[in-house]
Each structure stands twice: as structure tokens, then as C-alpha cells.
């Protein structure tokens, strides 16, 4: 049996050279890995985090693994390809996404949501430096705890009043709100924590020490 998904990729890990494997967010299937054929020596642009795919899958009664085939981008992204700085926001999100929401689960709009946060960030002008700490709070709120200043008190150490503006501010406002690399980092961190202890993983996120390089 055949099914047409929309796909979200979270990450890959190559298998052998005409193959890899896609850690993926998928609206039906929630957090599920599939493997897909490239061709040696073939671009694999398409298969970067992030990347929203349409495709077919072949499933298969005797392996977890399911055949991808027919894949193609939904959607260019070309705002978030051709700028470095949302290339990096979109490595942090999508390593998120792949250490905090286990294989197998199926959160309820997190990929309906995720997909219009993509969306959004590919078609940001101006200043979207702040991007990534909106995101991280807007995920809390669609897997269901929603940070407020009380639950965040615990995590936030200094920065507790930046992140109680941030709360209560529109999106523009949001976007516009005056803080240094230093500080946009830290606050990442506070929220990472608050999400580690609400998930019950660690979040480990790697890519938050190359945002906090570009932003410093």
C-alpha cells in the first residue's frame, strides 16, 4: 500500500551511497524515519532540516522503515536558503524538533504549525534575530505548557524580566525587541531548559552556539 505525505525533515543520516535515511515530522504519522534513494554523486539540497517534501510512501509489512518515493520540495524556501542567518535559525528549530519529539510520537498540530513557522521565517524581511525565541515559546504552547512568568521563574535567572516582555509582545514587537547576542542566547537557554524539563529529554541543541555566533 501507497500513502501521499507531506513531510518536514528533522535530519538525515546517509546509508551507504545511494541512500539516507530522513528523520521526518509528518502530519499523519507524526515523528517517523524513512529511507530514500539519491543518486551517487547527486545533490542532496533537497534533504536539508527543514525542508517541507511531498512524497509517496511504500509501506512494507516487514521493516519499520518505509521506501520514500517520488519526492519533491513543496515549497523552494529560497528566503531561508540564500540567507545564512535563517539557514542557521532553521538548523537550531529542526534539531529541536529532532531531539525533543521522540520516534513514533504524534503531537496534534505541532506539524501543521511547524510548517506555517517555516513559512514564516522564509518570507521574514527586516530584523527576525529573534525568531528562534518566539519559536521555542510557541512550541511550548502547541505540546501543551505554555510558559508563563510563574513556570518560567525557575529557568530564567537574570533574564527574567526580558523574558516576561517577551511573553506579553505581539509578533512585530516581538521581532523588534532590543537584546545582544549574549542575551538572545541565554534566554534560548533558559527555554531550552523549561522544555527539557517538560519533555523529559535533554536538549542538547549544538546549532545554539552557531546562532550565538552570527548574533553576537
Not at 522503515?65 to 528566503?79: D, E, F, I, P, Q
Not at 510520537?105 to 510548517?115: K, R, S, V
Not at 529529554?201 to 552557531?210: C, D, E, G, H, Q
Request: with cysteine; net charge neutral.
Amino acid at each position: 500500500m501507497n500513502t501521499a505525505v507531506r513531510l518536514i525533515v528533522l535530519n538525515s543520516t546517509k546509508l551507504g551511497d545511494s541512500s539516507l535515511v530522513l528523520h521526518c515530522l509528518c502530519r499523519e504519522m507524526g515523528r517517523r524515519s524513512f529511507i530514500v534513494a539519491v543518486r551517487k554523486g547527486g545533490s542532496r539540497a533537497m534533504y536539508l532540516p527543514f525542508s517541507i517534501l511531498d512524497a509517496e510512501v511504500m509501506e512494507n509489512r516487514k521493516s519499520d522503515l518505509w521506501r520514500l518515493r517520488g519526492v519533491s520540495a513543496a515549497h523552494a524556501l529560497n528566503g531561508v536558503r540564500s540567507d545564512l542567518n535563517k539557514n542557521a535559525i532553521t538548523l537550531f528549530m529542526s534539531e529541536v524538533l529532532w531531539r525533543g519529539v521522540q520516534e513514533g510520537a504524534a503531537e496534534e498540530g505541532l506539524f501543521d504549525w511547524c510548517e506555517r513557522s517555516i513559512l514564516t521565517l522564509d518570507a521574514l524581511e527586516g530584523d527576525f534575530a529573534n525568531y528562534h525565541l518566539r519559536w521555542l515559546m510557541e512550541l511550548a504552547g502547541v505540546l501543551g505548557f505554555s510558559p508563563s512568568f510563574e513556570s518560567m521563574a525557575p529557568f530564567a535567572g537574570e533574564n527574567l524580566q526580558a523574558i516576561s516582555d517577551l511573553l506579553s509582545a505581539g509578533f512585530e514587537q516581538f521581532m523588534l525587541y532590543p537584546l545582544s547576542g549574549t542575551k538572545r542566547s541565554a534566554i534560548a537557554e533558559s527555554l531550552l531548559r523549561y522544555l527539557s524539563v517538560h519533555l523529559e529529554v535533554p536538549l542538547n541543541i549544538r546549532s545554539l552556539a552557531v546562532l550565538g555566533e552570527l548574533y553576537r
